[in-house]
């Protein structure tokens, strides 16, 4: 299989490349960011063969020559924007998610792909309180942010080329993700808490919560396990899938485990009078997704081993952690 990520030098996109190289598979990641170096090295001893088309994703040349040959498209192009660059800069988020999407696609079904995977996000069921949950691909959604929305809408853009063109299409919303890969940069302006802290623990300072954070935070090599799992699939009876884990987790629990690990670090609530140095994202905890359709049709179905995610974790930023805050 050969299998082409755009936006795949992103975080969640480097992780779907580490696992598709790992299988086996070859990867092209088409992306305007170049791939860090750090991961080049660690690929570069993986079974599958990769190749990084450093362009514009509206590069119409671009995007036909890394189609050429594809078997599966990932669209992960994305700005993870905050409240300040909704306000600031909703035009060009409203381009880069959505509007640079269909002719990707028309450029996709041009080339004979024979699947297409939109990575959608949690965000489209806004802040469902967490005892509404575990929410099902068939819950009410409610989008708030500019990504939440785009996200939405590339969805139901997807579904509906999907019927048009009777293409293999399907949309996966991923939960909060957490793990290797991860950096800030130009289009990703808030890391996950648990980068937040990696951070605040490699700089030895102390990490500051204003509440514990409590999500399905899915660890992303287990997203990336998903997406394969899909990518691969003989058939898709569903075409939205939530990709999450069944264990629910907090930021501060994650805190606290890597403060057992490191004499000295801080990982605590704020307390009176204190301003939190590590942000979550929302104003409060929303619902975790169900993780059962995708479990039910495909047989996958996310580990949920919180500790082993958080000693892999550990062990990446040992080996990867320090060069990676330099591409921030």
């Given at each position: 299989?050969r299998?082409?990520i ?5 975080f ?13 598979h070859?990867v092209?990641?088409?992306d ?9 090295a660690?690929?570069?001893g993986?079974?599958g ?10 590069d119409a ?6 189609l050429?040959?594809?078997n ?12 300040a660059?909704?306000?600031?800069e909703?035009g060009?988020?409203l381009a880069?998610?959505?509007a640079a999407l269909?002719?990707?696609?028309e450029a ?5 792909v024979?699947r297409i995977?939109?990575?959608s996000?949690?965000?489209?069921y806004g802040f469902?309180p967490p005892?509404?949950?575990p ?7 409610d989008?708030?942010?500019l990504?939440a ?6 969805e139901?853009v997807?579904a509906?080329?999907?019927d048009?063109w ?8 991923l ?6 890969w991860?950096?800030a940069g130009g ?6 808490p648990?980068a937040?802290i ?6 030895g300072?102390?990490?500051l919560l ?11 090599p287990d997203v ?5 799992a899909?990518?691969?699939?003989a058939?898709?009876?569903?075409r939205l899938y939530?990709v999450?884990t069944?264990?629910v987790s907090t930021a ?12 000295g ?10 301003m939190p140095?590590?942000?979550l ?8 997704l169900a993780p059962d359709?995708?479990a039910?049709?495909?047989g996958?179905r996310?580990p ?7 000693a892999?974790y550990?062990?990446w930023w040992e080996?990867?952690?320090g ?6």
């Open positions: 299989m299998a082409v755009v936006g795949g030098a992103g969640v996109g480097l992780n779907i490349a580490e696992a598709m190289l790992a299988a086996g070859d092209t990641v088409l305007r960011a170049a791939v860090p170096a750090t991961a080049t660690a690929f570069a993986l079974p063969d990769l190749s990084v088309v450093q362009a514009d994703v509206d040349t671009a995007v036909a020559a890394a050429a040959g594809a599966v498209l990932i669209w992960g192009a994305a700005i993870t924007a905050d409240a660059r909704d306000a600031a909703p060009r988020i880069v998610n959505l269909v002719p990707v696609l996709a079904r041009a080339a004979g024979a995977i939109n990575l996000s949690a965000a489209a469902a005892d509404a949950g929410l099902t691909e068939e819950a009410p959604v989008p708030v942010s990504y929305v785009t996200k939405y809408a590339s139901r997807v509906r080329l999907a048009l009777a293409m293999d299409l399907v949309n996966l919303r939960s909060a993700a957490w793990g290797p991860e950096r289009v990703r302006d808030t890391p996950s648990q937040q990696m951070r605040a623990k490699s700089a300072l102390p990490a204003a509440r514990p954070g409590a999500r399905d935070w899915v660890y992303a990336a396990a998903a997406v394969l899909v990518a691969t699939a058939s898709l009876p569903h939530n999450t069944p264990r501060l629990e994650f805190g606290e485990r890597m403060a057992e690990r490191r004499p670090f801080v990982c605590r609530l704020v307390h009176a009078g204190e140095t590590i942000d994202h929302a104003p409060r905890d929303r619902a975790p359709r995708l039910t049709d495909l996958w996310s949920g081993d919180f500790d082993a995610a958080v892999a550990a062990a080996r990867h952690g060069a990676m805050m330099e591409h921030a």
